[in-house]
């Protein structure tokens, strides 16, 4: 079965707030389109991997961002490729709070062309280390729609996994 050659090339992010079902679609997508490249959430990597929880210093956010626009902008997206946020994420995150790198990383998503899959903060939140707080959550996602406006996006009306899967499953195969 070959690959269907409207799919060829497509880049889709799955966007939302903190705590928003992000990562679990992610993770969910990978067995319904075995044909696609998938890119984990860089930062959440990236801030595991140096055992860093928040509150955050000033100065592993420096460096966080500035790996963060040197991953994305060196990722291959030859092959259709779903991606667990972007930088778009970051850049909100930035803005959040006041970080002098919010205005890089606004300049690097607004270069980039891809199809959003947006998560709605609808659904219990969950602590972990890594994020901010549900004091976020409504300003994130209010900023998310905000974004959107002139980007190629869908908003998932499903709260549950599974609901949420079949629904942007079907969204990613009728894309055109």
């Known amino acids: 079965m070959g690959m269907d050659r409207k799919l060829k090339h497509q ?3 799955i966007a939302g707030a903190e705590c928003s ?11 319904a389109f075995p044909f696609y490249s998938f890119v984990p959430e860089y930062n959440r990597s990236w801030l595991e991997e140096r055992n860093k929880t928040a509150p955050f ?3 592993d956010l420096n460096h966080l961002f500035d790996d963060c626009l040197a991953y ?3 990722l291959d997206m030859t092959r259709p490729t779903i991606m667990d946020s972007d930088m778009l994420n970051l850049f909100l995150w930035a803005s959040h709070i006041h970080h002098p790198k919010a205005n890089d990383l606004y300049m690097a ?6 199809n959003y899959l947006l998560c709605s903060p609808e659904i219990p939140y969950v602590s972990d280390p890594l994020r901010s707080g549900t004091d976020i959550r409504k300003w994130s996602w209010d900023k998310h729609l905000e974004y959107m406006k002139t980007r190629h996006h869908f908003v998932l009306k499903s709260n549950d996994a599974l609901s949420k899967l079949i629904e942007a499953k079907e969204i990613i195969l009728s894309a055109e």
């Open 57 to 59: 210093s000033h100065s």
């Open 72 to 74: 994305y902008e060196n």
């Open 11 to 13: 880049v889709w992010v």
């Open 21 to 31: 079902g992000k990562t679990t679609l992610f993770e969910n997508l990978r067995n």
């Open 109 to 114: 998503w607004s270069q980039t062309h891809f």
